[in-house]
């Protein structure tokens, strides 16, 4: 093909790709759009919250609602509580759900897809439909109103077993087989091997799972009642006062802090993240 020939293309890739970047452009401003209102507001003082029109930059930075947020609440309590939860959450699930996956992709056993199958189906009830029964089954265990109860029933994910079987089962089975006939067990060939190969997996369902249940708020309002065992989201509420008449600034503000912990996780982990996303596109 000349040289002429490939101008039209190359012209029409050109095009294409600066579509692309403008998709991608106006996109991240509406999803940025609304975290960067978040911090301006938490920046400024009650009475300038709501200006007309909107200022999206504080003429004056304010960093006493940081200050306020500290002195209304014990956020402390809040985040210590939310990071022991959340981090147990995570090792229990990565832990639970790897072997799961390994099991359902490598290991043959009598009613393997009827089993995973009905993990599956798990994964299409809302909680809900579940939540009182899990509430009557904590209570039976005396567990209510603690962390445990956040804990225990989170410990196993239909979804992080779909995403762990997924991984594996692009993994060459002749690993494995070698490592057997070469005398390893099963749990050695596991975890010498294969666990060590989908490190990008198990990030990415440990970085999934960090987000999702520390930003997590449902649970935590149905299964606990002490302010002492409060959570990070549950406990921003008490930023709104009694009757709702909290400053907006002050609770984004609150709202602010609550998130760091996920964005610096993602921005020192995103290079495992992305692997465990992109697996297996090019194949």
């Known amino acids: 093909m000349t040289t002429r020939a490939l101008a039209p293309r ?7 790709g600066g579509i692309g970047i403008g998709v991608l452009i106006v996109a991240a401003v509406f999803i940025l759009g609304p975290l960067l209102w978040t911090v301006s507001t938490s920046l400024r003082t009650p009475a300038s919250a709501f200006t007309n029109p909107p200022q999206w930059l ?6 006493s609602n940081y200050a306020e947020v500290f002195r209304q609440i014990p956020i402390g309590r809040f985040f210590l509580n939310s990071t022991i939860v959340t981090l147990l959450i995570v090792v229990g699930q990565t832990i639970t759900c790897t072997l799961s996956g390994y099991a359902f992709a490598m290991i043959r056993f009598p009613g393997r897809t009827a089993i995973f199958g009905a993990f599956l189906a798990t994964m299409m009830v809302p909680i809900q439909t579940i939540i009182v029964p899990v509430f009557v089954i904590v209570k039976m265990l005396g567990i209510a109103d603690s962390l445990a109860s956040l804990i225990i029933p989170a410990l196993g994910s239909a979804f992080g077993t779909f995403l762990m079987r997924q991984y594996f089962m692009q993994m060459p089975t002749e690993l494995g087989e070698a490592a057997r006939i070469d005398g390893a067990s099963r749990f050695q060939v596991f975890f010498l091997i294969y666990a060590r190969m989908a490190t990008p997996a198990v990030a990415t369902l440990a970085i999934l799972n960090f987000s999702g249940f520390w930003a997590e708020f449902y649970r935590p309002l149905i299964f606990l009642s002490s302010q002492d065992q409060f959570t990070l989201p549950l406990g921003l509420v008490g930023l709104q006062g009694n009757l709702g008449t909290g400053s907006i600034s002050v609770v984004l503000a609150g709202v602010v802090l609550s998130t760091v912990p996920s964005i610096l996780l993602f921005i020192f982990a995103q290079r495992y993240f992305i692997e465990g996303v992109t697996a297996g596109s090019s194949r």
């Open 10 to 16: 190359r012209s029409g890739n050109r095009i294409a």
């Open 58 to 63: 504080p003429l004056h930075a304010d960093f």
